[in-house]
């Protein structure tokens, strides 16, 4: 598919159809799980599992480290969907594609989104294996005009004007507060900025991202938010930071996908802990506070 083409309504419906028939419950809390992050569905009980090449319209996972599976179950009594492994602009798919997952959850039920990262350190203060909570994002690309919300409205899932002051839900953000510091977990908060990738920043894009405020980087979240959040979803974003951003060209230190995959894994105890102890607290959604929730 090209990338400025987008996907018709049909295809969300039909993709999320054929999900229903292969689960036994209703989920109504998504997972998006990043670079290195993928063992957290071992957390999952009683699980149903289906593979992205086995869902009408959904894009492969191309990139090392995303196992590319649907993993739906139970976490702390809730049902939760989770993704082991996104979808990525990088790999040749639209930005409608990126994010075709956000949507078809939302079909299936899902109003809640918690969606992780990994990410480069822009912020000085931040060192490999922190969490960082996002506040708030950057989306370059999206600047720039590769939006998933570009084309024909589907105003079945939102408005075409919509407003993302609050895509990082501040109730969830007090709760991960609450939950970090009942564990006694280092919880940094800040603004993710969202490039295209593959290609690591170069020391200069990185002192230029730290003075327009970005304090984490990384190349993927920020579309799948500005879906979930015009569709009226409220989400969670946390970034492990798996590498200080380099941002001197006289300096020997390198940057690896392998690296980001290892630290990913090492920061998954603590991530776990984050996200159960915010779903034992989560309160019930209401719908009163998303106008736009498709029906299947």
Do not use: C
């Amino acid at each position: 598919m090209d990338q400025e083409q987008w996907i018709p309504d049909e295809h969300y419906r039909e993709a999320a159809a054929a999900v229903k028939t292969r689960i036994r419950r209703t989920p109504f809390i998504g997972l998006i799980l990043g670079s290195g992050l993928g063992t957290f569905v071992e957390e999952i009980t009683d699980p149903d599992v289906i593979p992205y090449e086995e869902i009408p319209h959904w894009p492969s996972t191309t990139v090392v480290g995303h196992a590319g599976k649907l993993v739906i179950g139970q976490l702390e009594n809730r049902t939760v969907l989770a993704m082991q492994g996104r979808i990525h602009f990088y790999e040749g798919n639209s930005m409608s594609q990126v994010t075709l997952p956000v949507r078809v959850m939302r079909l299936l039920g899902v109003d809640t989104l918690i969606v992780t990262n990994a990410a480069g350190g822009l912020n000085p203060a931040f060192d490999a294996g922190d969490i960082m909570l996002i506040e708030d994002h950057i989306f370059l690309p999206g600047l720039a005009g590769h939006t998933p919300l570009r084309g024909p409205n589907l105003s079945g899932f939102g408005p075409r004007f919509s407003s993302h002051t609050h895509s990082y839900s501040p109730e969830l953000r007090r709760l991960a507060r609450q939950a970090a510091a009942t564990h006694g977990i280092t919880l940094h908060e800040g603004v993710y900025v969202s490039l295209s990738g593959p290609a690591f920043e170069t020391p200069a894009e990185v002192r230029m991202l730290r003075a327009w405020g970005a304090d984490a980087v990384g190349m993927s979240t920020a579309p799948e938010v500005l879906v979930a959040s015009h569709a009226g979803m409220r989400v969670l974003g946390l970034s492990t930071i798996t590498n200080k951003s380099i941002d001197n060209t006289e300096t020997s230190l390198e940057i690896s996908h392998e690296e980001v995959l290892r630290l990913g894994r090492q920061v998954v105890p603590k991530l776990a802990t984050l996200i159960r102890t915010v779903l034992r607290e989560l309160p019930p959604y209401d719908p009163a506070a998303a106008e736009n929730h498709p029906e299947t």
